[in-house]
Every structure is written in structure tokens, then in C-alpha cells.
């Protein structure tokens, strides 16, 4: 069975560092998708970054990338520049053919 | 742009009462998705439709029914209500034209079971 863990339910990172979260997973399957979502107070499901099994090369958007490591089955989140905003519980994802399997969640907090 | 769109926000029922929730897709998109999040847990995959038909299935009680109307609203039906209901629910919809067949979360109703 897929399975998605993240190994660290919180964190705390000061305005304007860098923080690191990270997610293994489980799969049979040599062809998905990995996602990390943002979920605020608010507790809007917010995608935040996308990754392709097949590519090699690791997604990034704007201050949020991945490290992607295929055999390890390893896919963290790096924020660069933390701010306020970006304190949120977030979520690894695995989509298993329509449903999305998440993570536990690591809540992150912002220090100012 | 437009997103999902769920009602109600907000809902308060009692035990052994049954609860609705709809869902209204993104226009466009075929496919539909219902999630329920406890209190402090992670979303758990419940049903899913696309073109109205029952696409995959997960934890969903035998208390709960949904169904994909022709305009491709969605509706959550939930009888025999139990206090381990109380969750947010969560609608998403996608595309299969779109690229990823990325989802696209509503922003939940709330149920709280008395």
C-alpha cells in the first residue's frame, strides 16, 4: 500500500531563513505525482509544488522548492526566505490514481 | 478565477440526524472528489466521480452515499449521523483536459455533530 510519512509533526524557523520539511513515501509504481499543500488557520487545502515522478530534474516555485530523490523515495520542501505567511500546517501528498494519499502534516511555525 | 464552490460553510446537526453537502466544480472540470478531515488529522480520501459515474472509492462509511448530478455538482449524503462524523469536508475538482489532472480544493463545510 502507498504510504506518505513525515517525520516531523512541527517546526519553528526565524523570518528570513531557510527551513528544510521533510517526507518519504512508499510505491510499487515507477510513474507519479508528489505534492506538497499548504494549509493555513483558514484551513484551505493551498497547493504549493508539484513533482513528476519522471522528471528528474526538481520542481520549484518562486521561494519553494523540492529535493527529489526517486530511489531513496525522499521528496522534502525547502522555504527560502521564510515569511509570516508560510506558517501553515503542510502536507506531503501521493496521488495513487485519483485520490490523493497525505501525509500526517508538519506544522510550521514562523519566528519573528 | 473561479474555484470550488461547497455549501454550506458551516453545518450543526445532532446525532442520528442526516446532513447534505454539495459541491460545486470549477466549470469545466469532470471530475469530482470528497475528503473528510477529522481534528488534527490528515485528509482521508472518501469518493470520487467523473462524467457522473463513480470513479474510486475509499473509507466511506455505508452511512454516506454521493452522486454527480448532469450540471456536475456533487452532493455528500450522510444519515445516521455519529459524533466521529464532526470534520471538514473537503470537494476538489479536476480536469482530465488538464494537464496533471490537478485538483482543485473547495474551501470545506465544517460539520459538527451534537
Known amino acids: 500500500a502507498q504510504t506518505v510519512t513525515q517525520s516531523q509533526p512541527e517546526m519553528s524557523v526565524q523570518e528570513a531563513e531557510t527551513v528544510t520539511l521533510s517526507c518519504t513515501y512508499d510505491?510499487?509504481?515507477?510513474?507519479?505525482?508528489l505534492f506538497w499543500y499548504k494549509q493555513p488557520p483558514s484551513r484551505q487545502m493551498i497547493l504549493v509544488i508539484r513533482?513528476?515522478?519522471?522528471?528528474?530534474q526538481n520542481a520549484t516555485e518562486n521561494r519553494f522548492s523540492v529535493n527529489f530523490q526517486k530511489a531513496a523515495k525522499s521528496f522534502s520542501l525547502k522555504i527560502s526566505d521564510s515569511q509570516l505567511g508560510d506558517a501553515a500546517m503542510y502536507f506531503c501528498?501521493?496521488?495513487?490514481?485519483?485520490?490523493?494519499?497525505f501525509g500526517k502534516g508538519t506544522r510550521l511555525h514562523i519566528l519573528p | 478565477a473561479a474555484g470550488v464552490i461547497q455549501s454550506p460553510r458551516h453545518l450543526i446537526k445532532e446525532k442520528r440526524e442526516t446532513a447534505t453537502l454539495k459541491c460545486y466544480p470549477i466549470?469545466?472540470?469532470?471530475?469530482v472528489y470528497w475528503y473528510q478531515q477529522g481534528p488534527g488529522q490528515d485528509p482521508q480520501f472518501l469518493i470520487s466521480?467523473?462524467?457522473?459515474?463513480?470513479?474510486d472509492k475509499g473509507s466511506i462509511p455505508d452511512r454516506f452515499s454521493a452522486q454527480q448530478f448532469s450540471d456536475y455538482h456533487s452532493e455528500l449524503n450522510m444519515s445516521s449521523l455519529e459524533l466521529g462524523d464532526s470534520a471538514l469536508y473537503f470537494c476538489?475538482?479536476?480536469?482530465?483536459?488538464?494537464?496533471?489532472?490537478?485538483?482543485?480544493f473547495g474551501p470545506g463545510t465544517r460539520l459538527t455533530v451534537t
Open positions: 476538489a475538482s479536476s480536469s482530465t483536459g488538464q494537464p496533471y489532472y490537478e485538483q482543485y
Open positions: 510505491t510499487s509504481e515507477s510513474d507519479y505525482y
Open positions: 513533482q513528476e515522478a519522471y522528471k528528474q
Open positions: 501528498a501521493y496521488r495513487m490514481d485519483d485520490k490523493i494519499i
Open positions: 466549470p469545466r472540470h469532470d471530475t
Open positions: 466521480f467523473y462524467e457522473k459515474m463513480q470513479s
